[in-house]
C-alpha cells in the first residue's frame, strides 16, 4: 500500500506543530501496513462517502479516503485538525 497527500493535506500538515507532524508520520505509516492497528482507532467517519477518520494524537485525527486504484493502492486524504466538521472540540 502507498499514501498520498493531497495540497491541502500538505498545506495541514505543514501548519501543524511539529510533534503532530511527527505522530502524523508514524500513524500513516501505520495505516499503510494495517488499517486496524490499534493505535490508529480507525473508523468509517461517513459510510455514503466512504471517508474515515484516525487519531494522530488525543486531539488531532486525520480523515481519508480509501480508493482503490488499479494498482489497488489507497489514497489518503488526511486534514489535520482538532475540531470535527461542526466546529466541535474532538
Not at 34 to 54: C, F, G, I, M, T
Not at 57 to 75: A, K, M, N, Q
Request: proline residues 4%.
Amino acid at each position: 500500500m502507498k499514501s498520498q497527500l493531497t495540497s491541502m493535506a500538505l498545506k495541514s500538515y505543514l501548519a501543524a506543530p511539529a510533534a503532530v507532524q511527527k505522530a502524523f508520520d508514524k500513524q500513516t505509516n501505520l495505516l499503510v501496513e494495517n488499517l486496524r492497528h490499534p493505535s490508529l482507532r480507525a473508523k468509517k467517519y461517513d459510510e455514503s462517502r466512504d471517508l474515515w477518520q484516525a487519531r494522530v494524537t488525543r486531539g488531532w485525527r486525520f480523515f481519508f479516503l480509501s480508493e482503490t486504484t488499479r494498482t489497488s493502492s489507497p489514497i489518503l486524504f488526511p486534514i489535520l485538525n482538532d475540531r470535527d466538521s461542526r466546529g466541535r472540540r474532538m
